[in-house]
């Protein structure tokens, strides 16, 4: 199967081009819809801490691939407003109150969703289908999985002496 060798496959990356391979990893834990693979991002940050490499470098890196993988749910909600509105001549009722939704609040909400251990695909595809302005969703998802890695990574690499 292919989830039982990525996570082998995932190790080697880390060992073989560090810093990249966190970013490409995480980028592909988060770029599937609702059947992500659970845990990997976490498991990428503490191997890679574990391993000796810089938590801050590691963070950053992983926040950025996480965010990136993000966009995948963006684009299907984003496509599937495309869709709708090509059939139906007229935009949905629910398209134009999430609209005005994610207007008025939608960049702090997703950066605080981004930002906790939660699915973050519904916000992704809401912003899509809203058609919340691509560059204000993909800065609010890199600020928030940006500070959710640097916890995850920062966490590590002050606990992992006590195993040591």
């Known amino acids: 199967m292919v989830f039982e060798s990525f996570p082998v496959w995932a190790y080697e990356l880390i060992v073989q081009s560090s810093y ?22 976490y498991a990428v940050i503490i191997l890679a801490v574990g391993l000796g490499l810089n938590p801050l470098l590691v963070g950053i890196l992983a ?55 939660a699915p973050f695909d519904f916000i992704g595809i809401l912003s899509g289908i809203s058609k919340y302005d691509i560059r204000k969703f993909y800065i609010a998802t890199i600020i928030g999985r940006i500070i959710r890695s640097l916890a995850i990574a920062y966490g590590v690499y002050i606990i992992y002496p006590i195993f040591d």
């Open 20 to 41: 990249f391979g966190i970013f490409l990893i995480t980028a592909i834990a988060n770029s599937t819809i609702f059947i992500g693979i659970p845990g990997l991002t």
């Open 63 to 117: 926040g950025f691939g996480s965010a990136t993988g993000e966009l995948i749910g963006y684009l299907v909600g984003f496509g599937g407003t495309v869709v709708i509105e090509k059939y139906e001549r007229k935009t949905p009722r629910i398209v134009k109150k999430l609209m005005g939704f994610f207007k008025n609040v939608g960049f702090w909400l997703i950066l605080i969703v981004a930002t906790l251990p």
